[in-house]
């Protein structure tokens, strides 16, 4: 019979992601996983093969809870939903304003580090991004129906501006733009969204 694990996994995923989210891929060795998790070796390789895969599981559990997020922020309220949608974006910039340690998202992060020699990590990425597009385009043609946005415009284009404002905001701040210019990106972007033009 074999022995239980004495630890709990979701701890030790947690660890690993936030040593690789402050530090990198490249920059986290086994020995840092190690102090980070006060597991051993053996305990690490048994439970979840190599560092590479013990990235993947972290990864995975981040675009998880990323994508759960933004889902409760788009769908979550009885509000219309261009207010859920004009909600979610001011959210965003607050997060991305008060990140004055600049850490970012582990997803951008991980994309930009790995994404031109893993494909794992690409597929990851990719398909956590096509599902945050989803729930925006989702919300924006609901807007439509509302009559709150424009119906002539494309509810997946719109939902791929929004979204390159999202991340382009996080990497902007990484980069040392102020938290006052996020904001103020987030409105200039709210005030874009095509509305419906009121009759004279």
Not at 90 to 107: E, H, K, Q, V, Y
Not at 109 to 124: H, I
Request: proline fraction near 2%; glycine fraction near 8%.
């Amino acid at each position: 019979m074999a022995r239980p694990r004495k630890f709990a996994e979701d701890d030790v995923i947690a660890a690993a992601r936030d040593q690789f989210w402050s530090h990198g891929y490249a920059g986290t060795s086994l020995d840092d996983l190690t102090e980070v998790t006060g597991l051993g070796r053996g305990s690490l390789y048994s439970a979840f093969g190599d560092k590479h895969a013990l990235f993947i599981r972290a990864l995975d559990e981040y675009c998880t809870t990323v994508i759960a997020g933004v889902t409760e922020e788009l769908r979550g309220s009885e509000a219309r939903a261009y207010d859920r949608l004009v909600d979610h974006i001011r959210n965003i910039a607050r997060t991305n304003a008060a990140d004055s340690a600049r850490r970012g998202c582990l997803m951008a992060k991980s994309a930009a580090e790995l994404g031109s020699t893993d494909t794992v990590v690409v597929r990851r990425v990719k398909r956590s991004l096509d599902s945050y597009r989803s729930e925006l385009a989702a919300t924006i043609s609901e807007a439509q129906c509302d009559g709150d946005i424009d119906p002539e415009a494309n509810p997946g284009y719109l939902a791929l501006l929004v979204l390159a404002v999202l991340r382009g905001a996080e990497a902007l701040r990484k980069g040392g733009c102020s938290a006052a210019d996020i904001m103020a990106l987030a409105e200039q972007a709210i005030d874009l969204l095509p509305r419906v033009a009121v009759p004279a």
